[in-house]
């Protein structure tokens, strides 16, 4: 990331934001107009002015540059709350921040408290943060000026970095309408006292799961209300100066949606839910198929939807998704084996077996697809099967057949004890390499004879089976102090890591509640802010979705208590 990027055109604009401001100049506002909010947009988002071209500029004193090079939201980010970038503050822009008054007060106390402990800071950014920005709310002449200048309102220049922008009376009022827009309340499922909160349960879970999972949801937003009923409780008691954010707090409602059906109906069934009821996150999720109509509800209604236990996440995913998965899932799961094998001294002829579900479909088309671009002449056969019968027959049929394979890749999307089944027929003497998807060890470890299974291989997106993660023992603690029952370890893991994370991003919220700036803070404390939980090395830049990156290769192994060992270092393809 270049210092460049950092000082965009909203950079020229945060020092405007920061300094001070101008007399009304509401005639003049009128008369360039009220603006046009989408060709606002596309000036933030990328830096194109109202006749179509990017707008141009001088940034260092005399470096020519266009807005395309920079752009607004790669500081301000997609929220309009700002960022650090490059060790820089960068403040907000919402319409709540620019469009009003700034004074010293309580609120303005609060939200610089805020910014210092989100994450260790440098000097740069601490400095930017106690810098006074008591002024008048902005209007749209006074936004002009600075953004075209580079002087503040009170005459004092900008930073020589910051960009003089050569901006039209039409481009100031569509950025003006624009940032006037953005985010001009709190999202919906918010009000004073309470923020509604769904977490989602699709697909063919059994009841067991889906009990323990909403279970897990649930007992935790209790005990976060119960610390808020107890703070509000007591005001004047005030350990790390909580009586002064008392007015941002809100109790958690939780409301389970089930969804039942076929996947095409499921993005139907989460638009009527959300219309009866809108929330303004959902935590977690637990689905058993693909997550897209999930996905497709969550960006259309611009709804959160954080770190959902799924091994399928959406078939798109971009920097303006509004879900933030653990990892890739299965796709991952293929991209790691294909970069294995490509690796490997002794491939040769591979044969992959795969379900015609969603889970057997995707991660085998992507294998193909990533093993062509890195195996030169790969020699790659894929057979689909449409039924759990017909896939037991076709592994048993390619293992009694010594010259079908030299290596074998079994994608068993929803029929694992299919393959486990199958996978008994292995001969003693077996030394072709036999991989399997993730999905598939609990049946492998169930079924499967242990010398049998010791001859098989299976990819693996989690940390290391040896590691020691302290967190892990609370979390049973917690757990079985509240008489939960843990059908599921590995889920249960994943689902609390997601409420302590949304926990965290939402208590520096403070009262700025909108769903951009909670992934915002998301992005920011994925990694840094705890154990790190079932997968190793989580993290995520700006506009990033996948937590973690990599995954490893195992071998069936009984001496670890997690059924599995290590073969390979953590690959990252």
């Known amino acids: 990331m270049t210092s460049l990027r950092i000082f965009s055109l909203c950079s020229a604009l945060l020092g405007a934001v920061a300094t001070g401001a101008f007399p009304s100049a509401s005639a003049q506002d009128n008369a360039a107009g009220k603006g046009d909010i989408a060709l606002g947009r596309a000036l933030y988002y990328e830096g194109i002015g109202a006749d179509g071209a990017p707008i141009t500029g001088v940034t260092a004193g005399d470096l020519s540059i266009d807005g395309s090079q920079m752009t607004c939201v790669s500081c301000h980010r997609p929220s309009g709350m700002g960022s650090s970038e490059g060790g820089t503050y960068v403040p907000p822009i919402t319409a709540s921040y620019l469009f009003e008054d700034r004074v010293s007060n309580r609120a303005l106390r609060n939200e610089r408290f805020k910014e210092y402990y989100k994450e260790p800071q440098g000097p740069l950014f601490v400095d930017g943060a106690r810098r006074g920005r008591l002024r008048e709310a902005y209007d749209q002449e006074s936004l002009g000026h600075a953004i075209r200048a580079g002087v503040d309102p009170a005459g004092r220049e900008l930073d020589f970095i910051m960009p003089r922008y050569a901006l039209s009376d039409a481009d100031v009022a569509n950025l003006t309408a624009f940032l006037k827009s953005n985010y001009a309340d709190v999202d919906k499922g918010v009000s004073e006292k309470r923020l509604q909160v769904a977490t989602i349960i699709a697909g063919d879970v059994s009841d067991e799961r889906a009990e ?71 935590a977690s999720a637990l689905v058993e198929g693909d997550y897209t109509p999930v996905a497709n509800f969550c960006d259309e209604k611009r709804v959160p939807c954080i770190l959902p236990v799924t091994d399928l996440p959406a078939d798109k995913v971009g920097e303006d998704s509004f879900t933030i998965y653990f990892s890739r899932g299965l796709m991952l799961e293929a991209d790691v084996l294909a970069t294995h094998l490509a690796g490997s001294e002794k491939v040769g002829r591979i044969l ?141 893991l994943q689902a609390y890591y997601a409420m302590k994370s949304i926990q965290f991003a939402v208590e520096h919220m403070l009262s700025d509640y909108y769903g951009a700036y909670l992934l915002e803070l998301i ?36 001496s670890n208590r997690k059924g599995v060992i290590p073969v390979s270092d953590w690959i990252v393809p």
């Open 212 to 282: 323990a999972f909403s279970s897990l949801v649930t007992a935790y937003a209790d005990w976060i209300n119960k610390d808020i009923r107890t703070d509000l409780a007591r005001p004047g008691y005030s350990p790390y100066y909580r009586s002064e954010f008392l007015d941002s707090y809100r109790e958690w409602d939780v409301n389970v949606w089930r969804l039942t059906g076929s996947e095409d109906t499921w993005q139907a069934q989460l638009d009527a839910l959300y219309q009866d009821h809108p929330v303004f996150f959902v």
């Open 352 to 492: 992959q077996i795969h379900s015609d579900d969603a889970e057997g479909t995707r991660p085998a088309a992507e294998f193909g697809t990533v093993l062509d671009t890195k195996l030169e002449n790969a020699s790659l056969k894929t057979k689909k099967v449409k039924s759990a019968k017909a896939l037991t027959k076709a592994i048993e049929r390619a293992l009694k057949d010594k010259k079908s394979f030299d290596t074998l890749v079994i994608w068993p999307g929803h029929h694992v004890d299919a393959a486990a089944k199958a996978l008994n027929s292995i001969k003693a003497d077996e030394k072709r390499p036999i991989y399997v998807a993730s999905t598939a060890i609990d049946a492998v470890r169930k079924d499967v004879d242990l010398s049998k299974r010791a001859l098989l291989l299976a990819t693996y997106p989690y940390d290391k089976p040896s590691a020691y993660h302290a967190d892990s023992y609370r979390i049973r603690a917690w757990l079985r102090a509240r008489r939960l029952a843990i059908p599921d370890w590995h889920m249960q």
């Open 523 to 558: 992005e920011h404390n994925i990694g840094t802010a705890f154990d790190p939980g079932p997968h190793p090395r989580l993290s995520l830049g700006p506009g990033q979705r996948f937590g973690s990156k990599g995954a490893l290769i195992v071998r069936f192994d009984d």
